[in-house]
């Protein structure tokens, strides 16, 4: 499998310095060659290609030895096919007819990632094996940085990236051939059903709470943010206020993250199948305001709603709970989410008076009565079952 390792760094003053540098100029390269792209393109109708540009690169680097010719070639390449991908990805939603998006330019805060396309190459991952204590990376222009390593490296190290979160500096690494992990057979399935009330509610009743991370941090985030509303922009005090506003959104992302890791992991040790729905949140949580000629109704209550969804972290819990079971040899399926909560788990009727409130379920036909996210649980998995029954039998 390929896996991805993220590291906090411990760079000192210098280092610092020379990692917000060398973003810098990552960024300065991206912007030049979008600019390059769009006038080669306006002035003479020439479509600028990924492998034109790094000819191009070259003659820069010589030009500017102190500046751009300091960094890795490599990694100056990955900036470039990155531009590449965004313009890729311009060109396959106009021919599927969505809003094109034309790639933009980068801001400073827009542009955090640099990478280098192998190791060995501009970077080395554990520079310094001799060391007793610690762990360090090598990267060109910067010098060995030293690693919080906090779990083993597993697999083979093939790209190294570093990421600038707030005033944190992380390495990423991603690694082939790391071996998978699989966990002993349990002979139990279960259906889960995302909430908001509770995070998981699996089709046995067990629940999984959900931690309403960012309510739990509203008043602070909302004093940090009134804070930077009063402040004048491009001041010294500002970039503190900003500075803040950041450090506690990435507080609560942090805590999301952790927390769906360790429901991710309950659920992987407990069950060799689990079934989900196959949600679109982004359609979920799109915006009931409307236009002015046709207002939206109860927007309010809807981006409350869609607030509380996010919150959640439904997509980041998903992602995970995929990669963990792939990693233990679980089987997870996907299910139509359609009708789920309003149909009957013990007679089939659907209707939408059988869920009349949050937490209670009462079929009007049967009077079968349950827990609402339980009912919707046993739909769900009864669905994956279904699925993986007419998958066996193809």
Same mark, same amino acid.
């Given at each position: 499998?390929?896996?991805?390792?993220?590291?906090?760094?411990?760079?000192?003053?210098?280092?610092?310095?020379?990692?917000?540098?060398?973003?810098?100029?990552?960024?300065?390269?991206?912007?030049?060659?979008?600019?390059?792209?769009?006038?080669?393109?306006?002035?003479?109708?020439?479509?600028?290609?990924?492998?034109?540009?790094?000819?191009?690169?070259?003659?820069?680097?010589?030009?500017?030895?102190?500046?751009?010719?300091?960094?890795?070639?490599?990694?100056?390449?990955?900036?470039?096919?990155?531009?590449?991908?965004?313009?890729?990805?311009?060109?396959?939603?106009?021919?599927?007819?969505?809003?094109?998006?034309?790639?933009?330019?980068?801001?400073?805060?827009?542009?955090?990632?640099?990478?280098?396309?192998?190791?060995?190459?501009?970077?080395?991952?554990?520079?310094?094996?001799?060391?007793?204590?610690?762990?360090?990376?090598?990267?060109?222009?910067?010098?060995?940085?030293?690693?919080?390593?906090?779990?083993?490296?597993?697999?083979?190290?093939?790209?190294?990236?570093?990421?600038?979160?707030?005033?944190?500096?992380?390495?990423?690494?991603?690694?082939?051939?790391?071996?998978?992990?699989?966990?002993?057979?349990?002979?139990?399935?279960?259906?889960?059903?995302?909430?908001?009330?509770?995070?998981?509610?699996?089709?046995?009743?067990?629940?999984?709470?959900?931690?309403?991370?960012?309510?739990?941090?509203?008043?602070?985030?909302?004093?940090?943010?009134?804070?930077?509303?009063?402040?004048?922009?491009?001041?010294?005090?500002?970039? +503190? #206020?900003?500075?803040?506003?950041?450090? =506690?959104? %990435?507080?609560?992302?942090?805590?999301?993250?952790?927390? /769906? !890791? @360790? &429901?991710?992991?309950?659920?992987?040790?407990?069950?060799?199948?689990?079934?989900?729905?196959?949600?679109?949140?982004?359609?979920?949580?799109?915006?009931?305001?409307?236009?002015?000629?046709?207002?939206?109704?109860?927007?309010?209550? +809807? #981006?409350?709603?869609?607030?509380?969804? =996010?919150? %959640?972290?439904?997509?980041?819990?998903?992602?995970?709970? /995929? !990669? @963990? &079971?792939?990693?233990?040899?679980?089987?997870?399926?996907?299910?139509?989410?359609?009708?789920?909560?309003?149909?009957?788990?013990?007679?089939?009727?659907?209707?939408?008076?059988?869920?009349?409130?949050?937490?209670?379920?009462?079929?009007? #036909?049967?009077?079968?009565?349950?827990?609402?996210?339980?009912?919707?649980?046993?739909?769900?998995?009864?669905?994956?079952?279904?699925?993986?029954?007419?998958?066996?039998?193809?």
């Amino acid at each position: 499998m390929r896996r991805s390792f993220k590291f906090l760094l411990r760079p000192t003053s210098r280092q610092a310095a020379a990692l917000a540098a060398c973003l810098e100029d990552h960024r300065t390269l991206y912007n030049a060659a979008l600019e390059h792209r769009r006038t080669a393109y306006a002035r003479a109708g020439v479509s600028v290609r990924y492998g034109d540009q790094p000819a191009e690169l070259k003659h820069i680097r010589a030009d500017d030895g102190e500046g751009q010719g300091r960094w890795s070639f490599s990694s100056q390449q990955a900036t470039l096919r990155r531009l590449d991908r965004a313009f890729r990805a311009f060109f396959d939603r106009v021919e599927a007819g969505r809003t094109p998006g034309f790639p933009r330019f980068k801001g400073r805060g827009w542009f955090d990632t640099v990478q280098w396309p192998k190791d060995g190459d501009g970077c080395r991952w554990d520079s310094q094996p001799e060391h007793p204590a610690a762990t360090f990376v090598r990267l060109q222009g910067v010098g060995h940085v030293r690693v919080h390593q906090h779990r083993a490296v597993k697999g083979r190290v093939k790209t190294i990236g570093v990421k600038r979160e707030g005033r944190r500096w992380y390495v990423v690494l991603s690694c082939d051939d790391v071996p998978a992990q699989p966990l002993p057979a349990t002979g139990v399935v279960a259906g889960i059903d995302l909430g908001v009330a509770s995070l998981v509610t699996t089709s046995d009743g067990h629940h999984i709470d959900n931690q309403r991370h960012l309510a739990a941090c509203a008043g602070r985030l909302a004093s940090a943010q009134r804070d930077l509303a009063r402040t004048k922009r491009g001041s010294k005090r500002r970039r +503190k #206020a900003v500075a803040r506003v950041a450090a =506690l959104h %990435a507080k609560v992302r942090r805590q999301r993250l952790d927390h /769906a !890791h @360790k &429901a991710a992991l309950a659920l992987v040790g407990g069950y060799d199948v689990i079934v989900h729905e196959d949600l679109r949140i982004t359609h979920m949580t799109r915006s009931a305001s409307g236009t002015i000629d046709a207002p939206g109704r109860n927007v309010a209550a +809807k #981006a409350g709603l869609n607030r509380s969804i =996010l919150d %959640a972290g439904w997509g980041v819990f998903l992602t995970i709970l /995929a !990669h @963990k &079971a792939e990693s233990a040899g679980r089987e997870l399926i996907a299910v139509d989410p359609r009708n789920t909560s309003r149909t009957c788990a013990r007679c089939g009727h659907v209707a939408k008076d059988n869920r009349l409130t949050q937490a209670e379920f009462a079929c009007t #036909a049967c009077g079968h009565t349950a827990h609402a996210d339980v009912n919707a649980a046993t739909n769900i998995l009864r669905a994956g079952l279904a699925l993986r029954q007419a998958a066996q039998a193809a």
